[in-house]
């Protein structure tokens, strides 16, 4: 079984800063890639920025230019920065990992970011 702990998580004005972590523990594998996405209330859960473990990344396309994915291989952890943040990026936030047992989720921190 993979566990995921996610922080940093909170509350911020707009025009503000947050860092997101994720770090994975238990069975791990060759993780093929780690990310984030979230989830606002009455909406599908979405990508917001993922990492694979060549380093190529991808991300959500209401985030590109704000966000910076990065992930630290010896400690099985993924940040993401998110600046420049905007009350449309409240949500709650899931840590996501797939390795070749699975993909495996986060319990999810949430994000509000105040007008």
């Known amino acids: 079984q993979v566990q995921l702990v996610g922080s940093g998580g909170g509350l911020v004005q707009a025009g503000g800063s947050l860092r997101l972590s994720c770090a994975a523990s238990?069975?791990?594998?060759?993780?093929?890639?780690m990310g984030w996405y979230r989830q606002a209330p009455g909406k599908a859960r979405e990508l917001v920025a993922r990492?694979?473990?060549?380093?190529?990344?991808s991300y959500g396309d209401s985030v590109k230019g704000r966000f910076t994915i990065s992930r630290d291989n010896a400690k099985n952890t993924v940040y993401v920065q998110m600046n420049s943040l905007k009350p449309e990026d409240t949500a709650v936030y899931y840590c996501?990992?797939?390795?070749?047992?699975?993909?495996?989720w986060g319990q999810g921190t949430q994000v509000t970011v105040s007008s």
């Open positions: 990492i694979f473990s060549g380093g190529r990344t």
């Open positions: 996501n990992v797939v390795q070749i047992t699975g993909g495996y």
């Open positions: 238990g069975s791990i594998f060759s993780i093929n890639a």
